[in-house]
C-alpha cells in the first residue's frame, strides 16, 4: 500500500442480454461466440419443463442441434462433471450452453473447463488458490453461454463454479478467467415456473451475496455500490414475486440483484457463506435456503465490526432504527418467505458441528468476514444457528 492508497485487482463482467422473450436470441449468441454445435447443460428438474424445450427450439431451427445433459445433482459433484464431459466428447461438442441455476451453471462451466484438458489434469488442482489456475491450458476451454432460469447464484456473471467432492463432502471453488460466459442471457420470464421455495432461497442467496460483499473489510468501491442497490432490489422485490410469481417487472429487478450479488463479492464473502457450505455439502440443502437461515445470526456475530456501515445501509433502504432495524428486516423477510427459524429445523445435527466447524475454518469465504473466524467462536456461531 503506498500512499495510503491500496492496490486491488479487479474484473467487471460480461456481456449481459436482458429482457423479456430475449431467449429468442439464443442461437444468433450462441453463433456469435463461434459455436456450431453446442451441449445444453441443465438440470434433471428442469430438461422437461417447456421453456427447456423453448430454448432447444431455438437451437435447432438455426441448426445448432437440440444436443441436453441434465444429469446435475443438486451440489453437483466430480462424477456429474465425469459425466457431462463423456457426453460433450461423444457428441463432438464445441461450446456449453449453461441453462439453469446455480448447479446447472456451475456444472456447464466444469464441462467446458475439462473436457478439453490433458488426462493427468484433475479439476481439483484449479482451485482458486494463487494462481492454481494457470496449470490448465485456457486456449482448451470451450466457450460458455450462460441462461440463469433462478434470481441467486449469479454464476452467469462468475469466472468460477462450486464443486462438492463426493468423497470428502467438501464444496470447493473451481476458478478460471476464461469461464466467464461470453454473453449471458438473462429473460425474466424464465424464472417465472420456479417453485415458491426455489423463489425464496435463491433470493436470499442474491441478498447474501450483497450483505456480505457490502460488509467485506476488503476495498472495492465499486462492488460496495452494486451491493447497497442490490439489496435495495431484494427487499423491495422478492416478496412480491414470492406472492406473484408472474409479475415480470419484479422478477427482473430480482435477475438483476443477483447478477450484481455476483459482481459485487469479487470484493469478499464471510460466515454466511463459509457457515452454509459445509451444510449444504454434508447434508445437500438448499445453498441459497441454508444461507438465509444462519444470516440474522452471522448480522449478529459481526456487529461490533459492521454497525456503522450497516447503520449507513439501513438509512439508504429506508429503514428506522439502524442496525437493529435492518436485522428486523431480515427477520420479516424470513418470516414471509417460509425459511426454517434454524439449522435445527433443515436437519441439522448437534453431534456433526465440531465437524462442520473445521470445514467452515477451511472455506475460502471466512476470509472476508469482518471478525476473524476461530475454532471457538465458529463452533458458538453454529450453536447459535441451531
Same mark, same amino acid.
Given at each position: ?102 448447479? *446447472?451453471?456451475?456444472? $456447464? ?5 475439462? %473436457? #478439453?484438458?490433458?488426462? =493427468?489434469?484433475?479439476?481439483?488442482? +484449479? @482451485? ?60 425474466? *420470464?424464465l424464472t417465472v $415456473? ?5 423463489? %425464496? #432461497?435463491?433470493?436470499? =442467496?442474491?441478498?447474501?451475496?450483497? +450483505? @456480505? ?60 457463506h463459509s457457515l ?111
Open positions: 500500500m503506498s500512499h495510503g492508497v491500496p492496490n486491488r485487482n479487479w474484473s467487471y463482467p460480461t456481456a449481459i442480454k436482458f429482457g423479456v422473450g430475449r431467449i429468442a436470441e439464443l442461437a444468433d449468441h450462441a453463433r456469435a461466440a463461434g459455436l456450431r454445435k453446442p451441449l445444453l447443460v441443465t438440470d434433471k428438474a428442469l430438461a422437461s419443463l417447456p421453456i427447456t424445450a423453448q430454448a432447444l427450439d431455438v437451437l435447432e431451427a438455426a441448426g445448432l442441434g437440440r444436443a441436453v445433459f441434465s444429469e446435475v445433482d443438486a451440489n453437483p459433484n466430480e462424477k456429474n462433471m465425469a459425466d457431462g464431459i463423456v457426453a460433450f466428447r461423444a457428441g463432438d461438442h464445441d461450446g456449453v450452453i449453461c441453462f439453469g441455476g446455480g448447479s *446447472a451453471l456451475d456444472l $456447464g462451466k466444469m464441462i467446458a473447463l475439462m %473436457a #478439453g484438458q490433458r488426462a =493427468d489434469l484433475s479439476v481439483w488442482d +484449479l @482451485e482458486d488458490i494463487d494462481d492454481w489456475y494457470t496449470r490448465a491450458d485456457g486456449a482448451r476451454i470451450a466457450p460458455v453461454i450462460a441462461v440463469p432460469t433462478t434470481a441467486g447464484t449469479g454464476s452467469e456473471v462468475g469466472r468460477a463454479g462450486v464443486l462438492t467432492n463426493s468423497q470428502t463432502h467438501k464444496k470447493k471453488i473451481i476458478f478460471h478467467p476464461r469461464l466467464m460466459p461470453a454473453v449471458t442471457i438473462c429473460d425474466p *420470464a $415456473g420456479m417453485p415458491k421455495f426455489i423463489t %425464496a #432461497g435463491t433470493g436470499m =442467496d442474491a441478498l447474501a451475496h450483497c +450483505l @456480505e460483499a457490502y460488509c467485506s473489510p476488503f476495498y472495492h468501491p465499486m462492488s460496495q455500490g452494486i451491493a447497497l442497490e442490490g439489496m435495495r432490489l431484494v427487499f423491495e422485490n422478492l416478496r412480491e414475486v414470492y406472492q406473484n410469481p408472474t409479475n415480470l417487472v419484479a422478477r427482473g429487478h430480482m435477475m438483476s440483484a443477483a447478477a450484481m450479488g455476483a459482481v459485487a463479492f469479487q470484493k469478499g464473502l464471510g460466515a454466511i452454509s457450505h459445509p451444510v449444504g455439502a454434508v447434508y445437500n440443502t438448499h445453498h441459497g435456503t441454508t444461507n438465509a437461515v444462519v444470516m440474522p445470526m452471522v448480522l449478529e456475530f459481526n456487529r461490533p465490526a459492521i454497525e456503522g456501515r450497516i447503520d449507513a445501509a439501513a438509512a439508504y433502504l429506508g429503514f428506522d432504527g439502524g442496525f437493529a432495524g435492518f436485522h428486523d428486516q431480515i427477520m420479516e423477510l424470513r418470516a414471509a418467505l417460509a425459511i426454517p427459524e434454524t439449522l435445527s429445523a433443515m436437519g441439522v445435527l448437534y453431534k456433526d458441528l465440531d465437524m462442520l466447524t473445521e470445514m467452515a475454518l477451511e472455506d475460502p469465504s471466512c476470509a472476508g468476514n469482518p471478525v476473524e473466524m476461530t475454532r471457538e467462536n465458529t463452533r458458538a456461531l453454529y450453536d447459535a444457528c441451531m
